[in-house]
């Protein structure tokens, strides 16, 4: 799965989702197909407000001088329950090549948004763990490929929310990372 990498560091999200949706749809059929052709992009505008009201709240009552902000998704294979996005604020920006500054962040959201539109998927996941579907080959291949297109879906939205505020709101001036819990390595930088 190097190559998506590549295209998530390069910013190629639709290729990257179009590549993974395409290894998983020649699978044998599981619970985890159920996320090919289906996108966040309902959750914009949802997205768009809970970054207003966090900038407004970090650099007004924080009055921090915000560089960069770290759109994260909860451990969602694991916690299946609710799959959320939080925030974290930085008030200075560091490498992509390191990334241990991630957990040096100024200010962190007091909420946090629930991912709404997978719920089949975290049903999928609790189902996977409790019955240890990974000891199946096919099953844990598909599973990787889901997780791979959750996080590739969020970076979707990402991309999409920063696009549709550009010169509108003042978090879209500055730079976003996004991925989920304990998948730094596809991290996706917004600018």
């Avoid at 985890?32 to 900038?55: C, E, R, V």
């Amino acid at each position: 799965m190097e190559h998506i990498q590549d295209l998530i560091q390069a910013g190629k999200i639709e290729e990257a989702i179009q590549e993974t949706e395409t290894k998983l749809s020649q699978l044998p059929q599981t619970d985890f197909h159920k996320i090919i052709g289906k996108d966040l992009l309902h959750l914009q505008p949802s997205l768009a407000t809970f970054l207003n009201h966090f900038y407004e709240d970090m650099t007004e009552n924080e009055e921090l001088d915000i560089k960069a902000i770290y759109i994260e998704m909860n451990s969602f294979t694991t916690q299946y329950q609710r799959w959320f996005f939080q925030l974290l604020a930085y008030d200075s920006l560091h490498s992509r090549d390191n990334l241990d500054w991630l957990t040096d962040f100024s200010g962190e959201s007091e909420k946090t948004m629930t991912v709404t539109g997978y719920e089949a998927l975290q049903e999928a996941n609790q189902k996977y763990m409790e019955s240890e579907g990974y000891r199946d080959d096919n099953l844990r291949t598909a599973c990787e490929l889901q997780e791979y297109l959750v996080i590739l879906r969020a970076q979707e939205l990402v991309k999409h929310t920063l696009a549709a505020n550009k010169g509108k709101a003042p978090w879209a001036s500055v730079t976003l990372f996004t991925s989920a819990h304990d998948y730094e390595d596809l991290m996706y930088i917004a600018k």
